[in-house]
């Protein structure tokens, strides 16, 4: 049958370096722009057979990829393979003449081919007949790009989703989460289409489990390294505290292809064992927002090398492994007292001005923390220009305060504010007429604007097919 399903992007308002490692934790909110992933049966011409997968993304151009798949031998998956070009169906029969991983006008999308053959193998555990052929189609809330040239108006339900105009591989992203949330979404309304309704229930503790664990092998995989999980379990679970997992878990897959895969596979992300392969910790109920508040995030149309920057911070901190642990845990505790601010203020219910002078004076406290690692690192996690920026931005009525979240640099920038309508349009005027004057450093971002998202306490869940016909 065909589903759908979204799931949330994710900023990291506290914890980015410490969540890599087990003994500190990230707070980490959910965004209320969603990646859409809607599955249809692939009808097809009677007696003809066929083992192609389309994936479309239409809100950009030429943003199309086909795929044959098979079972591979010795029980190590489903193989997926780029099809070369081909517009058409493809005959089973001349399937493997049609191999290639990716074609000039169809570059390949390894989030999408490993989100895929991870989910077809899952199923192929589950089922003894073929595996039916489909249509699948991705779409992404308009915030999660800089939209150069789109109008920035607010979007409706019905068209909610902007035409982008450019080839996927020349958007630039805002840094809000878009291919955990991607690959969140894809795997779990696959699960949804594919298998018998019971299999694996998306709103159910077990099943968002399931989805977790089966988004995380493929989103590490993709990625070619073992991340700390933080933008996946967002995008599953929503707002929380997250403790990553040990990454012996993922360690013993090995590689898709190889005998017994499928097994290995079925075995983790369901973790039937005892005690729990899974150590992951979502504390959910140790995190919340006061209605008073919201978290806001700005683009400033760049964007960071993360993976650079993170390798950067830990050779740092292997080289000086006495100074780098009493930051850390100065930095855990800084980030603990904020969880725990933000969580008396929803409780004790006062959204005067003068309640959250402590909160302001906790986020200015973090923020002196990370400039000091991005100093003794050499890494510009807090970089000038975005000091400047989030400094004029504290300075208005009604902003509490603000970092640059995850690994910092040059993405997104949150800010935390009074949740009124005049805050938010103050801050959205002053960030158009915003001019950079950190020297050096103008070009290091570009075009500032408020992006239209909040906090998001929900994780995945199941849409309905129907909000999505304008573009199927």
Request: charged fraction near 20%.
């Amino acid at each position: 049958m065909a589903a759908a399903v979204s799931a949330p992007g994710k900023v990291l308002l506290a914890g980015g370096y410490l969540v890599v490692d087990r003994d500190y934790t990230g707070l980490v909110f959910g965004l209320d722009a969603r990646i859409h992933v809607r599955v249809d049966e692939l009808h097809t011409s009677s007696g003809v057979s066929l083992s192609e997968i389309i994936v479309r993304s239409p809100q950009f151009r030429a943003a199309e990829w086909r795929y044959g798949y098979r079972l591979t031998e010795d029980n190590g998956g489903v193989e997926v393979i780029q099809l070369a070009g081909s517009q058409e169906p493809v005959d089973i029969t001349d399937y493997q003449s049609l191999y290639s991983h990716s074609s000039p006008t169809h570059p390949r999308n390894r989030f999408v081919e490993t989100a895929l053959a991870y989910a077809l193998t899952y199923i192929s555990c589950h089922t003894s007949s073929n595996i039916k052929p489909a249509s699948i189609t991705i779409f992404a809330d308009s915030d999660y790009y800089s939209r150069q040239g789109v109008p920035n108006s607010s979007t409706t339900q019905a068209s909610r989703f902007v035409d982008f105009g450019v080839p996927l591989h020349k958007a630039h992203k805002t840094g809000l989460g878009s291919s955990a949330a991607l690959v969140t979404a894809f795997v779990a309304a696959m699960l949804l289409h594919y298998l018998p309704v019971d299999t694996v229930v998306i709103n159910t503790g077990a099943g968002k489990s399931r989805v977790h664990n089966l988004a995380q092998a493929a989103h590490c995989n993709a990625q070619g390294k073992i991340g700390s999980g933080f933008d996946v379990a967002a995008a599953v679970y929503g707002s929380c505290i997250y403790r990553r997992f040990s990454p012996a878990v993922l360690e013993r897959l090995g590689e898709l292809g190889s005998v017994d895969f499928a097994k290995r596979l079925l075995a983790t992300v369901n973790d039937n064992s005892t005690p729990k392969l899974w150590d992951t910790q979502i504390m959910k109920s140790e995190i919340d927002i006061p209605k008073g508040l919201r978290l806001v995030m700005c683009d400033v149309d760049c964007g960071s090398e993360t993976p650079g920057m993170v390798k950067k911070v830990f050779a740092w901190r292997k080289e000086n492994p006495e100074e780098a642990a009493l930051l850390w845990a100065t930095l855990q505790k800084g980030n603990e007292d904020l969880a725990s601010e933000l969580r008396s203020l929803a409780i004790d219910g006062n959204t005067s001005a003068t309640s959250y002078e402590n909160l302001g004076d906790i986020i200015l406290t973090i923020r002196s923390l990370v400039r000091e690692m991005s100093e003794k690192s050499g890494v510009p996690i807090e970089p000038k220009v975005q000091t400047e920026l989030i400094d004029a931005c504290s300075e208005l009525p009604g902003v509490i305060g603000g970092v640059v979240p995850g690994a910092g640099g040059f993405d997104a920038i949150a800010m935390l504010i009074e949740d009124s309508q005049e805050t938010v349009d103050e801050l959205g005027r002053f960030l158009d007429g915003y001019k950079v004057t950190a020297e050096g450093q103008k070009a290091m971002i570009g075009q500032i604007r408020l992006l239209d998202v909040k906090q998001e306490m929900v994780g995945i869940q199941a849409e309905d097919v129907d909000m999505y016909h304008k573009w199927v």
